[in-house]
């Protein structure tokens, strides 16, 4: 299983010692210093079935700095993939991959049914 977090976010750290309650292994991987590639987002928005929406980080600074808000609803989705490529401050963090299981953000209840 693929854990991609920024370890400064609470949320992470929750998400983390969660993970690590429920005897859950991992491979975590520094969202901000090793971006998802296009082609990582692309098939995980592939095999999770989620729209791209869920995996922007809706609520961070640099979302808000580049008013992604407004231009997001008239972008392609090809675009928006490789808008989310270039930075992993604008992914949803914590960000789970296991195997076809995609998981954008901590949700205790949702981990629980996918995870255990």
């Known amino acids: 299983m ?3 977090e920024y ?5 992470c ?3 983390k010692a969660w993970l690590d309650g429920h005897g859950i292994s ?10 998802p590639t296009y082609e990582e987002l692309k098939h995980w928005m592939e095999i ?9 980080n809706t609520s961070g600074m640099q979302y808000k700095a580049l008013g992604l808000k407004d231009k997001l609803p008239t972008m392609p989705v090809d675009e928006q993939l490789r808008l989310l490529a ?3 401050m604008l992914v949803k ?5 296991s195997g076809d299981t995609v998981l954008t953000g901590f949700r205790e209840t949702e981990w629980e049914k996918a995870l255990l």
């Open 26 to 35: 991992y491979t975590a991987r520094h969202i901000k210093e090793e971006n």
């Open 13 to 15: 750290k929750k998400a």
């Open 7 to 11: 370890p400064p976010c609470s949320t």
């Open 48 to 56: 999770s079935g989620l729209p791209v929406k869920k995996f922007f």
């Open 86 to 88: 270039t930075d992993g």
């Open 2 to 4: 693929l854990f991609l």
């Open 93 to 97: 963090r914590p960000l789970v991959i």
